[in-house]
């Protein structure tokens, strides 16, 4: 009903959008209000998710038709929403599930105004990382990203964004370095390098410039490995718009441009001590590093024929080459057989077809 009902005052005239939106959002908000002034020992339920939800089926469905220079008809309730998400926010920060629903809440408020959320921008991100930096809900990295992908093309936004992006990234690498930290926290990697592949996207020159641009990447590096889906699809997604902007723009841009950067940080990897150090301490790795088939594709296609069959010479000769009960894994003309095809290969079907053949040897 909410959303159908978003939906039809989307299509009315814009001076009617934001009276008629204040009106329908009224009633969830003073639920929200009601459930900040309970105290805690009355006995009675104060979980914010229902007025949360419907808040986000709101702003998720009202689109109206706004041209260049007029103001966003819903930016106004918005700003009049904030200080009741905030306080929400603060009240339950300990509370993942309930955060998720906040951050969802505003996700959509952002979309909904896009560049009109201006004003929400500094208190959002300084209560995100004061947040973070208590309780490490992964759905603020979620969230990072959108601001980013919605302002990262803004010149006067740029410099707030990286801050924002170091500022999470500190208990981030923090939770990763525990033990099994990749694997224990898959969410968190899976966002992460969702909001670094948003920078890459939106405003390469400002991360490639940064001093978190070394770590990212070797968090990179180490996640190419984790066994789940979406960590992993997020983490090749970023390593592939690293490398394609740096082929994009490496054209006519001087040597220590950092536009030319990614192709040179291609180039030492997997190259033994000169490449980026492993940030798990872990020595071994199981199955086949680096050699996923989406990981190999994206780094393939682009690079310079040498740089990549000493690449992949170089990750074939870290394989196990024996089992833990000491049975031979793979020979060496298996492994020289694999890195003739590759290296051959003409379309990337080829590769696809290689890779499936010499994984079943590590099954």
């Known amino acids: 009903v909410l959303a159908g009902t978003a939906l039809v005052l989307a299509r009315l005239p814009l001076d009617k959008i934001s009276e008629c939106l204040s009106e329908l959002c009224a009633v969830q908000v003073l639920a929200l209000k009601k459930l900040l002034s309970q105290e805690p020992s009355n006995g009675l339920s104060s979980d914010p998710t229902v007025p949360l939800d419907r808040l986000a089926v709101i702003f998720r469905h009202t689109n109206p038709i706004v041209e260049n220079g007029q103001v966003h008809p819903c930016q106004k309730v918005i700003q009049e929403i904030w200080p009741v998400l905030s306080e929400t926010l603060n009240k339950h920060s300990a509370d993942n599930r309930i955060v998720e629903r906040c951050c969802r809440c505003l996700r959509f408020a ?19 990382v004061n947040v973070y930096r208590e309780h490490q809900h992964s759905c603020f990295l979620y969230l990072g990203s959108i601001l ?20 999470l990234c500190i208990p981030t690498f923090q939770l990763l370095e525990q033990p099994n930290g990749l694997q224990n926290h898959p969410d968190t990697v899976d966002d992460l390098f969702r909001l670094a592949a948003r920078f890459i996207q939106r405003s390469p020159v400002t991360l490639l410039r940064s001093q978190v641009m070394i770590p990212i990447l070797q968090w990179a590096i180490a996640a190419t490995t984790l066994d ?9 997604k970023f390593l592939r718009d690293l490398v394609h902007t740096g082929l994009a723009n490496d054209v006519g841009h001087p040597p220590g441009h950092p536009l030319g950067w990614p192709l040179r940080v291609l180039a030492c990897v997997g190259e033994g001590p000169q490449s980026p150090p492993d940030p798990r301490g872990q020595g071994g790795t199981r199955g086949t590093p680096e050699l996923c088939r ?7 296609s682009p690079c310079p024929g040498q740089t990549f069959c000493r690449w992949l010479e170089n990750s074939l000769k870290g394989l196990p080459k024996e089992t833990t009960g000491g049975a031979i894994q793979v020979t060496h003309k298996q492994l020289t057989d694999f890195h003739k095809q590759v290296t051959s290969a003409e379309e990337c079907k080829q590769v696809c077809w290689a890779l499936r053949d010499f994984t079943r040897l590590f099954r």
């Open 228 to 236: 789940h889906r979406d960590a992993n699809c997020s983490v090749m």
């Open 148 to 167: 980013v992908d919605e302002y990262g093309m803004e010149e006067g936004c740029r410099q707030g964004l990286l801050d924002m992006l170091q500022a």
């Open 294 to 300: 989406g990981g190999l594709h994206v780094l393939s």
């Open 110 to 128: 952002v979309r909904c105004v896009g560049k009109g959320s201006a004003a929400l921008l500094q208190p959002l991100v300084t209560q995100m």
